[in-house]
């Protein structure tokens, strides 16, 4: 599966736009063994010790989608777009959204 944040591809002919295709992942800070404060840092661009399961929710999301786009016939994911969303009572949960559109490609 060819992923890129391009609307094309070098190289490569578009066959076929087969759509919108998008996912999300969430964790919350009771998951880490940090505390809410740790979420709020995040939002606020601070490096802190969950990046690992930030990262970790990105791929979750990405295999996600890479599977939604094979089932709608596609062999890749052009225009793919990654946001975080950090939500809660208590700025304790992350959320990543992942979207991009599923094509054919020669």
């Known amino acids: 599966m060819i992923v890129t944040t391009t609307p094309n591809i070098q190289g490569r002919v578009i066959r076929h ?4 295709v998008e996912t999300q992942t969430a964790f919350a800070s009771k998951m880490l063994s940090g505390t809410p404060q740790a979420v709020k840092e995040v939002a606020k661009g601070q490096p802190v010790i ?3 399961y930030i990262d970790d929710a990105r791929e979750m999301a990405l ?19 990654v946001d975080y969303q950090v939500l809660g009572a208590q700025n304790d949960v992350m959320f990543v959204f992942i979207r991009g559109t599923a094509v054919v490609v020669e």
Request: glycine letters at 20%; a negative charge; zero cysteines.
């Open 50 to 52: 969950i990046e690992g």
């Open 17 to 20: 736009y087969l759509g919108l």
């Open 63 to 81: 295999r996600h989608l890479e599977k939604t786009a094979e089932e709608a016939g596609g062999n890749a994911i052009v225009g793919l777009a």
